[in-house]
């Protein structure tokens, strides 16, 4: 075959791209090792994920895909595909040996809402059914997919590439192509193929994963009812978001999906051999200690093994150069708290797309775009490595969160076309990730040194006051902020032909 792009890797990111390329009339080739559905972690999405996504969809003219850009839409139209009610964020802080308490002042818990009613909130994505709705999708629009094949090469020749694969009957095939994109996530197929040198070495963020669906889960917003709190509900039901248990040293997702499925898996510094030999086993050990999530898997059974990620942060020196690129997270990953991957795979999807429709091929903007991705995993690791290292000390590991929160407020509104585009995570605004890199080192001080903390902390506030838009930093909203995200219809309305 001769295409004119091929693209590893049928995950969600590369469908995606595979539709927009081929809705575009674009000889596009998609491979994939494995056959859909197929699990996949990775589930919760943002509001920047979801204005991308509704920006895609306008950009290119796929009305199939703008109604997975919010949970009213999403379940009108594809009730039969796995999702989940995405309110916001929350997060409760547990101590070992001590039933869940908050105070009437919130010092244990955390609540940042993102949309303002249900129909238009975000939504956790059961990956299985995404992803092979995209696969299909883009079949749709013409690309041609093979699933269940081995790469056996991906060769540069003169005018390009040539990339071979044995298919699931055995046979050889073919195809050339001037242009490869690697959306194979942590396959690194490409890198390993180029010998590109890796980062993994300067990431702060070491981290690793324990994780599985499971049903019977029950819900935590009536397990605090029943204990005479009834706080979870302001200003959303903590059921319908992304929680976050914090635990000592870790802390625990739990995402819950329409109908009795709900994602979980706990995050920490110290995942090792102990737990990859022993997932199952390992999961309660580390539960045990936490009475009021005991009493919540009480009845909980696993609808699939559990994995383990023994380290998560990984990033490959380079993310472009002539003929290829990689999506963002083949590029590098960090760690599931504040939840990057799906957006940040939008955002490259959406300008590799744009470089590879451009009536004049842009170098230089292909191999800027590989730099922006390498820094923007930087980036991430920054914010998240500051709030990983507070993890033991809830009001500055809500601070921490809250440097994200500005980080991410500033990129939605880029998004949206409110404020011009400042990059991933405002990666590009040079003046708040400045003030913001300057808050991650003094928190880091503040962590060290009581006898500073609250001055530094106070310090902090101030100095971001001008970029909080959310009313963040504002005491007296004591961890409860009802803040919703710049509305899809903006994104839509800037997409643009
Ligand atoms: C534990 C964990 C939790 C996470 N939680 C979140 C979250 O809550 N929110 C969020 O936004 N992000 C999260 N992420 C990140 C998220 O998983 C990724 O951003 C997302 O999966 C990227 O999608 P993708 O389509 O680029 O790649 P993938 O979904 O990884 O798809 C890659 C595809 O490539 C194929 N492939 C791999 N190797 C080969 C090969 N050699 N040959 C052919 N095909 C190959 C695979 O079969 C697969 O289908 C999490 C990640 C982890 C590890």
Known sequence: MNADVVILGSGFAGSLLAMILARHGLRVVILDRDRHPRFAIGESSTPIADLTLARLAARHDLPEVTPLARWGTWRHAYPEIGCGLKRGFSYFRHVPGEPFADTPDHAASLL?????????????????????????????????????????????????????????????????????VDATGTGGLLGGALRLGRLDDVLSNRTGAIFTHLAGVASWDAEREEAGDASTTTPFRSDDAAQHHVLRGGWMWMLRFAGDRCSVGIVAADVGSVDVADPDGSWQRRLAPYPSLVRLFAAARPLRRFATIPRLS????????????????????????????????????????????????????????????????????????????????????????????????????????????????????????????????????????????????????????????????????????????????????????
Not at 147 to 156: D, F, H, M, P
Request: proline share 5%; with cysteine; net charge negative.
């Open 112 to 180: 940042v809402a993102a949309s303002a009613t249900d129909a238009d909130a975000d939504t956790h994505w059961l990956r299985a059914d995404v992803d092979a709705l995209l696969f299909r999708q883009a079949l749709g629009r013409g690309a041609v997919g093979r699933e269940g094949c081995t790469i056996t090469a991906v060769e540069r020749e003169a005018a390009g590439w040539r990339v071979a694969w044995t298919n699931e009957r055995g046979a050889a095939e073919l195809v050339t192509s001037p242009f490869v």
């Open 314 to 497: 990984r990033l490959w020196e380079r993310a472009s150069g002539p003929g290829w690129a990689f999506l963002p997270t083949t590029a590098g990953f960090i760690d599931p708290l504040h939840s990057t991957g799906i957006a940040h795979s939008l955002q490259g999807v959406a300008r590799v797309a744009d470089m590879l429709l451009a009536p004049r091929f842009d170098e230089t903007a292909w191999l800027a775009y590989g730099r922006d991705v390498v820094d923007e995993v930087r980036w991430i690791d920054r914010l998240v490595a500051t709030a990983t290292a507070a993890i033991d000390d809830f009001p500055l590991f809500t601070l921490a969160c809250h440097l994200y929160f500005v980080a991410t407020i500033a990129c939605e509104r880029g998004v949206a076309g409110l404020d011009p585009d400042v990059g991933f995570l405002a990666a590009r605004d040079q003046p708040l990730r400045a003030a913001l890199e300057s808050a991650c080192v003094d928190l880091g001080r503040a962590a060290s040194d009581p006898s500073m903390r609250d001055a530094t902390c106070a310090a902090i506030r101030d100095r971001l006051e001008p970029w909080d838009r959310a009313g963040l930093f504002n005491r007296d909203a004591r961890n409860r902020f009802a803040h919703t995200a710049a509305p899809k219809e903006a994104a839509v309305t800037v997409a643009g032909p």
